[in-house]
């Protein structure tokens, strides 16, 4: 993930997802692009690998490489932003509690960063 992003120009997110025991149902990926007061100002929502390896089929221990493109608008303030992932059910937009390496909570999203800065 890079430092800095520049208007309309689009940052390539690469996620590698593991999972340590068998997944049932199909979840969404989501990369949000959140300003200082967490609003989505730009997002990826879609199925892992453009659709090509669903939940359902990852294997235990078997890494999963994701990639998302976010756009950044044209119209964004230059600033700070953080960027955000998750999953959520694409039947009722639950989403699923992530957690650290520790083992701890972190709401229903992982922060990758918190200082990407938007260039004019």
Do not use: C
């Amino acid at each position: 993930i890079p430092e800095s992003a520049t208007k309309g120009k689009s940052i390539p997110v690469t996620l590698y997802w593991y999972t340590s025991s068998p997944i049932s149902a199909d979840y969404t990926v989501f990369v949000h692009m959140l300003n200082q007061s967490e609003k989505i100002v730009s997002q990826a929502d879609g199925i892992p690998a453009n659709g090509d390896w669903p939940t359902s089929s990852w294997h235990p221990g078997h890494p999963v490489i994701d990639i998302h493109t976010l756009i950044v608008p044209e119209d964004l303030q230059a600033g700070e932003y953080s960027l955000a992932i998750g999953l959520y059910n694409p039947q009722n937009s639950t989403r699923l509690s992530a957690f650290t390496s520790s083992g701890d909570e972190w709401r229903n999203s992982a922060i990758l960063t918190r200082h990407m800065i938007v260039m004019p």
